[in-house]
Nanobody, 118 residues
Framework: VQLQASGGGLVQAGGSLSLSCAAS????????MGWYRQAPGKQRELVAS???????SYGVSVKGRFTISRDNAKNTVYLQMNSLKADDTAVYYCNVKEQRLPNLVEYWGQGTLVTVSS
């Protein structure tokens, strides 16, 4: 499985940006697609995730501002980011976890830079 993220860029604070990540290859039916981010000097953190059934989870700092969605037919996950803040500046990574119990198989995209100017 290869993940190709797109949509990053430069935006002013208060603006919006959307990311997408397409997975090539076959993904196991039980999976979680998500976005993580890593700012300079900080650890990678979960932004949002969504299961194959549509259940979502959000990081505290983005709840209410970001929305994750997916298109199972296209193996694509999206992240709509609204009311962006300078603190949202980071490299955003797409992630897929295949729940091949008892194992978890994980894939990462190459990352896309989001820069929010204040």
């Amino acid at each position: 499985v290869q993940l190709q993220a797109s949509g990053g860029g430069l935006v002013q604070a208060g603006g919006s940006l959307s990311l997408s990540c397409a997975a090539s290859g076959s993904i196991f039916k039980f999976n979680i697609m998500g976005w993580y981010r890593q700012a300079p000097g900080k650890q990678r953190e979960l932004v949002a995730s969504i299961t194959n059934g549509g259940a979502t989870s959000y990081g505290v700092s983005v709840k209410g501002r970001f929305t994750i969605s997916r298109d199972n037919a296209k193996n694509t996950v999206y992240l709509q980011m609204n009311s962006l803040k300078a603190d949202d500046t980071a490299v955003y990574y797409c992630n897929v976890k295949e729940q091949r119990l008892p194992n978890l198989v994980e894939y990462w995209g190459q990352g896309t830079l989001v820069t929010v100017s204040s």
